[in-house]
């Protein structure tokens, strides 16, 4: 188990995605989900933004605000959230994995290993609507245009996306997937430049 950075928002993509809730709702952005440090897509408070917008920010461009706006508007708060992130882990056999946040800042409990992140992975790729924002390399939603930080959809043959991730203590981290002849491979690497 080690730190894990920003291929959190996989989880916190995937919860979202089975809450119940649609991307065309409109969610109103809370003061405290506005400014969250790190990398953002620079939400303000008391504006509307689209779910799936709010989605394609945390993916592509790993907005950490995108990714408290998700959780705090389909979890109620971003605590119940959380919560269920960690039970949705547990669901998929995660063993060495618990969440402390949807964006993955470092924090205390809060850690994954390469073996669960693979599980993860394996879980997204079955749900359509994440696989498809994971692959999309660009995307204008409303006044927003996001770019994907996975260079492997622009650099590897048959790369199907997933998520980048990076903070200092965590190093780079990666959850990669590529699909050829009808196979798909998941790879993940943690603390690798």
Known sequence: PRLIASITKLMTALVALESGHVLEEEVTISGEWAGA???SIYLRAGE???L???LYGMLLRS???AALAVA???GGTVERFVDRMNQ???ELGMADTHFANPNGLNAEGHYSSAYDMALLAQACLKNDTLAQIVSTKSITIGTRTFTNHNKLLWQYEGCIGLKTGYTEKAGRTLVSAARREGTALICVTLSDP
């Open 63 to 65: 907005g950490n605000d």
């Open 88 to 90: 949705k882990a547990q």
């Open 52 to 54: 799936e917008a709010l």
């Open 48 to 50: 509307r933004v689209s």
């Open 37 to 39: 440090e790190g990398s």
């Open 72 to 74: 705090g508007y389909c």
